[in-house]
């Protein structure tokens, strides 16, 4: 158990239609990361927040969208879905001491069907 | 991030020494290695990482060579349960939006009876 957790486990929706995804970090972690892992793309990083603040994007569709909350939960947005969206999410959360690298602990991840 | 190259999959016997090498041949002198290891569509887990010593915890033994253009994660006693896609990836530590992980392809790791 990381101690990264994500709802929900398992998410079947129609195209077109929008989905939250929640994840919560480790105590004490304030960066969060979300990537997607597709059966062709394998493990993509998507968008990384750091209290709060977007830091980095990467291959974040414009129908996507992420934020970080105070509490330093985090939910990723995707809407007007479409067949290739159904994919595994992951978060994952970092202490982010910027002076040393450090690991990323991921949650077991939100697996999305789009029919 | 440099490119790392990593044998596509790997069968190794319970009981034994598992040996995942990794060629990093760009690597540049600030850029840490660091392995992660998916289990069947489980989120991936955080192994080990160095920068030129190797390294040693729990999980596993990291061999970096003295060029540091390649290396090898070592499972000293693999188990059924190291089956696994293991990743090897390399990245410099930073503040500014680099803290993302580039995974490659992997190595289907495969324990035996």
Request: with cysteine; net charge negative; proline share 5%.
């Amino acid at each position: 158990d990381s101690g990264v957790t994500q709802t929900p486990k398992h998410l079947i929706t129609a195209t077109g239609q929008r989905v939250t995804l929640r994840c919560s970090p480790r105590s004490g972690d304030l960066s969060v990361y979300w990537y997607q892992q597709s059966l062709d793309q394998g493990l993509q990083f998507l968008i990384h927040y750091y209290n709060g603040e977007e830091r980095a994007k990467g291959n974040i569709l414009e129908r996507f969208s992420a934020q970080q909350f105070p509490d330093l939960h985090s939910e990723l947005n995707l809407s007007s879905l479409e067949l290739g969206d159904s994919a595994l999410y992951f978060c994952a959360s970092s202490v982010a001491d910027w002076s040393v690298p450090n690991e990323q602990y991921f949650g077991p991840g939100t697996r999305l069907t789009v029919t | 991030d440099a490119k790392t190259t990593q044998p596509t999959s790997m069968d190794c016997a319970e009981g034994r020494a598992a040996n995942l090498p990794c060629n990093h041949s760009t690597i540049s002198g600030n850029e840490y290695v660091y392995w992660y290891r998916q289990i069947h569509s489980q989120g991936p887990q955080y192994i080990i990482h160095g920068l030129k010593n190797n390294e040693t915890n729990e999980m596993a033994s990291l061999i970096i060579t003295e060029d540091r253009k390649s290396s090898t994660l070592i499972l000293p006693h693999a188990t059924l349960r190291d089956t696994a896609v293991y990743y090897c990836i390399v990245r410099v530590p930073s503040n500014q939006g680099a803290q993302k992980l580039v995974f490659g392809q992997g190595t289907r790791l495969t324990i035996n009876p």
